[in-house]
């Protein structure tokens, strides 16, 4: 973490009398909750009030905004009898009770306007040298609040491998035999954080080289459900018309040229230009040297699940085909159909 929490203290200033809005961005898994709550640890000691409010995206959809205004108010300022009537009324205590407070604050996940407006809007909310950290996978959501946006990379090679073998074996030194092995783990993981711990800790305990070979070869045909459910979230809360531009660049547009793209796209009248810019404030897609379009390998696999999951055995059901083997079937049946 070390150069990661290097780069927030960077964004975070802690000496300075300013009240300071820090965003962390990125794809679900790469790190961004981590990587504030060890912020967190370090530097909340010295504030007035502290406070991690996790999993907001999940709790404003099970309980609505004034569960989260009331959660906040009663973990900042430990006083349990609190009640927030509606949001307006949320708005006005945490603005009354916190303006001349110095507050560290981490709004852990994200994902709608409405919700940073009903529990951090303004710096003029928070007393001198407050600290307010967001994690969300949609940089565009912090357009309002702040240009000190920590855009989070994955782990280079020898950071994943050393992850892969502390959730592996327990230990930063893997059997020789298994050496190789967790090597191709990680290559597979292309430096995502959540899927090398979880494919560290399946793996744990299951000792032979041909059961590591096992579990490689089941990936390539079946990905692992609990990467890909923590992956989807970002694709479920798309528009319809951004979901169909993000299967046909995970089928058919990875790595090519982004304009001759969005000419394509565009002529299915899927207003490609804005649509893209989208997914990639949402960190589904990124644009590399070349103007060429890219995205996690990891992502892409969950677009193809996408598309193969209603119908998994019948790909001529499916609304994409991009594999030879699988375009060669659907092709051969019309032929016996027709001929």
Excluded at 14 to 42: H, S
Excluded at 112 to 132: C, D, P, T, V
Excluded at 200 to 224: A, I, M, T, Y
Excluded at 248 to 269: H, M, P, T, Y
């Amino acid at each position: 973490m070390e150069s990661r929490v290097e780069k927030m203290t960077a964004y975070i200033k802690p000496g300075l009398d300013d009240v300071r809005f820090i965003g962390i961005c990125g794809m679900g898994g790469i790190g961004k909750t981590t990587i504030a709550e060890v912020v967190y640890d370090m530097l909340s000691k010295d504030y007035d009030c502290k406070c991690i409010l996790r999993n907001i995206r999940e709790v404003h959809d099970t309980k609505g905004l004034e569960a989260l205004q009331q959660k906040l108010l009663h973990s900042l300022m430990h006083e349990r009898n609190l009640h927030v009537d509606d949001v307006s009324h949320g708005i006005n205590l945490i603005r009354r009770r916190l303006y001349r407070k110095k507050v560290f604050l981490v709004l852990d996940d994200v994902d709608q306007r409405k919700q940073l407006e009903s529990l951090a809007w303004e710096r003029e909310w928070f007393g001198s040298g407050s600290r307010i950290i967001i994690t969300t996978r949609n940089k565009h959501l912090l357009s309002h609040l702040t240009e000190n946006i920590y855009d989070v990379n994955g782990l280079t090679f020898h950071e994943s491998l050393r992850l892969f073998h502390l959730n592996a074996f327990k230990t930063s030194r893997p059997t020789n035999d298994l050496l190789e092995l967790s090597q191709q783990v990680v290559n597979y993981t292309n430096g995502l954080p959540l899927a090398i711990v979880v494919l560290g800790s399946h793996l744990c305990g299951r000792s032979g080289v041909e059961v590591w070979k096992s579990s490689l070869d089941r990936l390539q045909q079946f990905p692992n459900r609990e990467i890909l459910e923590s992956l989807r979230i970002s694709y479920d809360g798309l528009e319809d018309v951004n979901k169909k531009i993000f299967l046909d660049i995970a089928c058919f547009f990875k790595g090519k040229e982004k304009d001759r793209v969005i000419e394509i796209l565009n002529s299915c009248n899927f207003y490609a230009n804005i649509g893209m810019e989208e997914l990639i404030d949402k960190s589904l897609i990124t644009v590399i040297s070349k103007n060429r379009l890219w995205m996690h390998q990891l992502l892409q696999e969950m677009g193809w699940e996408i598309v193969r999951e209603q119908h998994r055995d019948e790909p001529g059901k499916w609304s994409r085909l991009w594999v030879y083997k699988d375009i060669y079937k659907v092709l051969t049946k019309i032929k016996v159909r027709f001929f």
